[in-house]
């Protein structure tokens, strides 16, 4: 057992992880130690740009779910760009899982969102699932405030439908942009450009969400 997975076991919840096997169904729940997102930072936070770190993250694939976790969480520290892209498409290939998928979030992408924007365009176009999902998740943290364009929208609609992880993220993403670009992103709803279980999703998610006005709301219901 390596140190890192030592450090983990100490810090596993069994009821915990009784949880998480719930909420991420498609994995061996033996593979789930239950360790808390706020431990799993706050290690992240001490290992990133340590020896140790780094062949952490050359040891893939890694045997535990916290492992995929942790690696995503010193990913988004990374101050590098190019370091930072090459590491994450070395990672992606091994995620198999929505909730590893979903938790780097690298901060160095906030300031090169021009090189950045034709990487998300290869990821979206991925056939792996959780490669797309997080081209979709970084396109919708990052080009629908100030940045936006409607070629953005265009991008996000074009991911291949039938995967339940990519039509939720992609709904996701869609019930956002209605929050924040609502003008521009209606039409997709209006003329039906979405697919139909997509769609559905988008309305749904559109509706729960405290952003969108009582309005707008009825008009997304009868959209349905």
């Given amino acids: 057992m390596t140190q890192i997975q030592k450090a983990l076991f100490e810090k596993r919840e069994e009821s915990y992880a009784a949880f998480q096997a719930k909420l991420i169904p498609n994995i061996d729940p033996e593979t789930i130690l239950g360790v808390r997102v706020p431990v799993l930072r706050a290690l992240a936070k001490k290992l990133a740009g340590t020896k140790e770190a780094n062949a952490f993250l050359?040891?893939?694939?890694?045997?535990?779910?916290?492992e995929n976790l942790l690696h995503g969480l010193i990913l988004e520290r990374e101050k590098d760009f190019d370091t930072c892209v090459f590491a994450i498409e070395a990672f992606l290939p091994h995620i198999d899982n929505w909730a590893t998928c979903d938790i780097p979030s690298p901060k160095v992408f906030c300031a090169h969102k021009e090189a950045l924007y034709p990487i998300l365009q290869k990821w979206i176009a991925s056939a792996h699932v959780y490669t797309c999902r997080f081209g979709l998740g970084m396109l919708m943290r990052h080009f629908l405030d100030g940045d936006f364009a409607p070629e953005v929208l265009e991008l996000a609609a074009s991911a291949a439908p039938g995967e339940y992880y990519v039509n939720m993220m992609v709904a996701w993403?869609?019930?956002?942009?209605?929050?924040?670009?609502?003008?521009?992103?209606?039409?997709?709803?209006?003329?039906r450009r979405l697919d139909p279980d997509i769609h559905g999703k988008t309305i749904r998610k559109a509706c729960e969400s405290y952003r969108i006005t009582p309005k707008q709301k009825a008009y997304l219901k009868g959209l349905k």
């Fill in 173 to 191: 993403f869609f019930a956002t942009a209605l929050s924040k670009q609502w003008d521009a992103a209606i039409g997709y709803l209006e003329a």
């Fill in 58 to 66: 050359r040891a893939l694939p890694h045997a535990y779910l916290e």
